[in-house]
Nanobody
Framework: QVQLVESGGGLVQAGGSLRLSCAAS????????MGWFRQAPGKEREFVASISWSGGYTYYSDSVKGRFTISRDNAKNTVYLQMNSLKPEDTAVYYC???????????????????WGQGTQVTVSS
């Protein structure tokens, strides 16, 4: 299992950008598929983006496609979420997730990930 720590959240105006980072512990990071999820107050946790262990597969929710980009650097044990053209409805706590058995080759759900970070707050003002 990996330990995950997110960073990079904050307050930004609509139309702005943020880059989230998720640092993972452990020597087997490169064998884990990674994902980003978010949870707004009073709502269920929802999928944002995922990337396979090799980076060969990526998936995005329809609400962020074309605005967000997920990437990973296996040498640094880190996964990133570049968020551009942010909207107030992107406001949420963003969670990094990892799983050794999710292949990254299909649209994932929360239950596909076994390890989670503590979350980082992203607030987009209008």
């Amino acid at each position: 299992q990996v330990q995950l720590v997110e960073s990079g959240g904050g307050l930004v105006q609509a139309g702005g950008s943020l880059r989230l980072s998720c640092a993972a512990s452990g020597r087997t990071f490169s064998s884990y598929a990674m994902g980003w999820f978010r949870q707004a107050p009073g709502k269920e946790r929802e999928f944002v983006a995922s990337i396979s262990w090799s980076g060969g597969y990526t998936y995005y929710s329809d609400s962020v496609k074309g605005r967000f980009t997920i990437s990973r650097d296996n040498a640094k044990n880190t996964v990133y979420l570049q968020m551009n053209s942010l909207k107030p409805e992107d406001t949420a706590v963003y969670y990094c997730a990892a799983d050794k058995y999710y292949t990254g080759s299909y649209y994932p759900m929360v239950r596909d990930f076994g390890s989670w970070g503590q979350g980082t707050q992203v607030t987009v003002s209008s």
